[in-house]
């Protein structure tokens, strides 16, 4: 957190646990998991759950999907303690190891963290200039197989930009991938990070077509679905 002052940081975690309560994942979202399993039929074993947050997605998988593991994946700290009786990672994730980043943060409005600050809403005055922490980053790849997770058939991505940075970090991870979902911007509400286009044709040159163009749509950014064409 932001700061050690007691009653701040009680205030943080009676914030998170609201949210925690709160079931906030668009319809449309829940209407194509489900569209997954029943069309696609689409039964996956392992998903990871990148910007995991305070479990919204989580919660939905686990209902669509009988015995489905869901490994969470999240660079704010506090969420830690929601995450019991999972196999997680609290850290930040790009496309190398070992880089430092200014991880823009505001311990109210956690939705919006990320390493490429929140300029969108606002004017970005939720995520001041100042408000940063330096962190080490770390790649998808290496946190799989230095905590020995075991690989999954669906991924969630979902981090305030970060998204391709992520995927460039995971090229491993991603050859055992039948379906990735992942967030992407149409214009630019985090400062510097990439645009849908970019991540799309990123993705195509590793073999992942696109089934579903922002099956749910959230105005600046949507959600998107990916397939391998390599499995």
Excluded at 57 to 70: A, Q
Aim: negative net charge; aromatic residues 16%.
């Amino acid at each position: 957190m932001l700061s050690n002052d007691l009653k701040y940081q009680e205030a943080v975690k009676k914030n998170m646990y609201d949210s925690y309560y709160r079931d906030v994942l668009p319809v449309n979202h829940q209407l194509f998991l489900e569209k997954l399993k029943n069309e696609y039929f689409f039964t996956p074993k392992v998903c990871y759950d990148v910007g995991s947050s305070v479990l919204h997605w989580t919660r939905h998988v686990e209902r669509i999907w009988d015995n489905v593991e869901v490994i969470l994946f999240d660079g704010f700290s506090p969420y830690e303690r929601l995450y019991k009786g999972y196999k997680y990672n609290i850290g930040v994730l790009s496309d190398k190891d070992n880089k430092i980043v200014k991880f823009y943060q505001n311990d109210f409005f956690f939705g919006g963290n990320s390493y490429y600050r929140e300029i969108g809403y606002d004017n970005g005055s939720v995520f001041p200039v100042e408000n940063y922490l330096e962190k080490e980053t770390r790649t998808l790849d290496s946190i799989v197989i230095e905590k020995q997770f075991p690989y999954p058939d669906l991924i969630k991505i979902d981090v305030q930009g970060a998204e391709l940075d992520i995927l460039k970090g995971a090229t491993n991870v991603l050859k055992h991938v039948k379906y990735l979902i992942v967030e992407l911007q149409n214009v630019e509400y985090n400062e510097g990070a990439p645009l849908c286009d970019t991540t799309i044709s990123y993705l195509k040159s590793v073999g992942f077509n696109c089934i579903a163009e922002k099956f749910s749509n959230n105005g600046p950014d949507g959600d998107y679905c990916f397939i391998n064409t390599n499995l």
